[in-house]
């Protein structure tokens, strides 16, 4: 499998330091159960997608997955499987998670367009349903 790095570094459109260090409803770290840094999600092709928890909490359903209790591989590796995400709208979909974070507390008043390509509108609209982001 191929491995991609979609940090922040990756999007600097989209990457900042301004964003802020908190998302609301990001489990804190305990002893139970200790946060990752870093997620890598995994799309159907088997591409790697290695981005920052903090990103990957956007994403609803990835924060259940990774703070469930028990012994699941998404909690216990920190990596998640997308079987039905193809490799191009997970990539976007990262984008996005970087974006939010990015503008969601902004106080500028020009907060750039996110762009999508109508070609993967519909896909990308079905992904971010499924990921409740």
Do not use: W
């Not at 991609?4 to 260090?21: D, I, R, V």
Request: charged content about 20%; hydrophobic content about 35%; glycine content about 4%.
């Amino acid at each position: 499998r191929d491995i991609l790095q979609p940090h922040a570094a990756h999007f600097p459109e989209y990457s900042s330091s301004e964003y802020s260090e908190t998302v609301a409803g990001v489990p804190p770290a305990s002893s139970a159960m200790p946060q990752k840094a870093h997620v890598t999600l995994i799309s159907a092709e088997g591409y790697e997608f290695v981005i920052d928890y903090k990103a990957a909490c956007v994403s609803n359903t990835i924060r259940n997955m990774l703070s469930s209790s028990g012994s699941f591989t998404e909690t216990e590796k920190g990596e998640v499987k997308f079987p039905e995400i193809s490799t191009q709208i997970l990539e976007k979909v990262c984008q996005y998670f970087y974006y939010k974070l990015r503008y969601q507390n902004s106080t500028t008043r020009t907060i750039p367009e996110f762009k999508v390509a109508p070609d993967i509108a519909l896909e990308l609209l079905m992904a971010a349903n499924f990921l409740d982001t």
